[in-house]
């Protein structure tokens, strides 16, 4: 089992917390993505970040000075989004970091797939991103299967915890013999299951968090998360599509 898991835009630095034990496995494909955008403009690479103009000024100088290789954060603790929030890496217990090293994925524009202990420096590339590179019209065209088949080499099952954006650099292209599950966390509206961002968030980070505690190894152990308030809805679920749905409170 291989779970899944976007990025986050705000990323920091902690090179004292844990050492990073790796370096990317696509790390030639992020050298070649920095190169195209340390040849773009200021102006260009503003619009390419679609950010306000103190963000972009913060990561024009971080691409000036970048280092692919040295002084480097594990890449678990290097993402500060919500749904790392509620994973808290920071205080897991030594044989849960060994589970989500060995059971993790991180997804990224910038870097492809990553290990959680990979060591990577602060970047902003998202992957719907339209940087056109190497004849390839985005980031989508420009990792094509390659994270499919790292993840495909590893598993016959892959949990997504991932927002679509992400996912869709990976279902397209996995095996049609690789169980791909989505997880879906979402409130009653009606007849329908709504996601609401920031709570979708919580609970993916509360997930991974609660496979790490209980080593889980298979998808029935998905089923019994009960934490933030969901539960697993067998009526909405399928084989490859897991429902949690908040309750009332």
């Given at each position: 089992m291989r779970i899944i898991i976007s990025p986050a835009k705000k990323m920091r630095r902690d090179e004292d917390s844990f050492a990073p034990?790796?370096?990317p496995a696509f790390l030639p494909e992020a050298k070649r993505?920095?190169?195209?955008?340390?040849a773009m403009t200021p102006e260009?690479?503003?619009?390419?970040?679609n950010c306000g103009d103190a963000i972009a000024r913060q990561n024009v100088e971080r691409l000036k000075s970048m280092d692919l290789e040295r002084n480097l954060t594990p890449a678990i603790l290097s993402y500060e989004g919500i749904q790392y929030q509620y994973m808290a890496p920071g205080v897991l217990e030594a044989d849960q970091l060994a589970y989500i090293q060995d059971h993790l994925r991180i997804l990224s524009g910038f870097y492809g797939l990553l290990r959680p202990f990979d060591g990577v420096t602060p970047y902003r590339l998202e992957m719907q991103a339209k940087l056109a590179v190497d004849g390839c019209r985005d980031l989508y065209a420009f990792w094509?299967?390659?994270?499919?088949a790292?993840?495909?080499?590893?598993?016959?099952l892959v949990v997504d915890l991932a927002s679509k954006e992400?996912?869709?650099?990976?279902?397209p292209h996995l095996p049609p013999d690789l169980r791909f599950l989505t997880c879906t966390f979402g409130e009653r509206q009606g007849e329908k299951v709504v996601e609401k961002g920031t709570l979708c968030k919580m609970a993916r980070g509360r997930?991974?968090?609660y496979l790490a505690e209980r080593n889980a190894v298979?998808?029935?152990?998905?089923?019994?998360?009960?934490?933030?308030?969901?539960?697993f809805d067998p009526e909405r679920s399928r084989e490859d599509h897991y429902v949690f749905i908040k309750e009332d409170t």
């Open positions: 034990r790796s370096l993505l920095m190169s195209a955008l340390r260009a690479l503003q619009r390419l970040w094509g299967d390659k994270l499919a790292a993840l495909a080499a590893e598993t016959d992400y996912s869709r650099a990976v279902k997930m991974v968090r298979g998808s029935a152990e998905l089923r019994d998360f009960s934490e933030l308030g969901y539960r």
